[in-house]
């Protein structure tokens, strides 16, 4: 069945039912277990560095990734898997765009906005540009919902941060359009978006990037699905005072400094398995390119120090 006419029966189906009440996620069905699909168009990558975990596949349209790229999960292109997805993924955009508005809200979000769990709506497309800051009042079920009338695109080095006990499985972005992630951006929360996701050159989305119709494009991307299953700030790495992408890597990585005045304090310090310190260097620029090319093919771990103290933690893959 054409997917434009399984969403539009879909939300036929949704309309002459009585409206929903905020307070609980959409059911996703298959699409749970994707971090990348779209119904109806083409799935590519652009470069080596990519990496993803979680299913990824299209119903419908060419597929040209891994390989390139590395995928910890199964791809799922034209098959009885991806027909089910293609309904299910039609189901949750219609379950979202049905949800009655909490708050109606300005079509730029971000430079350090803090919001609280709701049902946000925006009457026309939106850009995101800095921290968006998601605050879960102690609650790690909390459900934040941005319905987006149009298309989201997100700024260079722009984040979303979770804190105070949000949880990445309930935050959900319907967008009624395109979705467009910066480079070396970092991103959280479940898209479905009603156009093309393009991935630009080393952004990382944590959640997943589904798509009732468009293409999906990825650039050397981090995608993973799997950090779902962690509320709120699990680890000091969502306090992002750094962005590292990408990550996983080969030969260099880039180190962001998101806020410039630490920038004569910072120190990263990468760690093998084992706990020995394997490099140690001053963050002074706020983009810096760390050549990695002496490190072996490998997990490691980070610590970003300030004036002594650390202030993020977190893992790093040397491809």
């Avoid at 054409?2 to 309309?15: D, Q, Y």
């Avoid at 760690?271 to 390119?289: D, W």
Wanted: proline letters at 3%; aromatic letters at 8%.
């Amino acid at each position: 069945m054409n997917t434009k006419l399984l969403l539009l029966f879909t939300t036929i189906s949704l309309l002459i039912m009585p409206g929903k009440s905020f307070g609980q996620a959409p059911d996703l069905g298959t699409t749970s277990t994707f971090a990348l699909f779209t119904s109806d168009g083409a799935f590519s990558n652009v470069g080596n560095a990519t990496y993803v975990t979680g299913n990824v596949g299209n119903h419908v349209g060419q597929f040209t990734a891994f390989a390139p790229g590395t995928l910890v999960g199964e791809k799922h292109i034209a098959d009885p898997v991806s027909t089910l997805a293609a309904l299910d993924v039609a189901t949750a955009y219609s379950d979202l765009f049905s949800l009655t508005c909490g708050e109606v809200i300005d079509t730029l979000l971000g430079t350090n906005q803090v919001l609280i769990p709701k049902v946000y709506c925006i009457g026309s497309a939106s850009t995101l540009k800095g921290n968006l800051i998601l605050d879960g009042q102690g609650d790690p079920n909390a459900v934040f919902v941005f319905k987006i009338n149009g298309a989201l695109s997100v700024a260079t080095f722009s984040n979303v941060i979770l804190t105070n006990s949000a949880s990445l499985k309930n935050v959900y972005w319907q967008i009624g359009g395109a979705f467009s992630l910066g480079d070396n951006s970092v991103f959280r929360g479940t898209v479905i978006a009603d156009g093309a996701i393009n991935l630009l050159e080393g952004s990382k989305l944590l959640g997943r990037g589904l798509s009732i119709a468009g293409a999906i494009s990825l650039h050397n991307n981090v995608v993973k699905m799997d950090e779902l299953t962690s509320t709120g700030v699990a680890s000091i790495e969502a306090a992002n005072v750094v962005s590292i992408a990408p990550n996983p890597f080969r030969a260099f990585t880039t180190i962001i400094l998101n806020d410039a005045s630490k920038g004569n304090n910072c120190k990263l310090k990468i760690y093998s398995t084992m706990g020995t310190e394997v490099m140690n260097a001053n963050i002074t620029k706020q983009i810096s390119t760390l050549n990695t090319s002496n490190l072996k093919t490998g997990i490691y771990f980070y610590k970003v120090m300030d004036n002594d103290r650390m202030v993020q933690s977190g893992k790093l893959i040397s491809e």
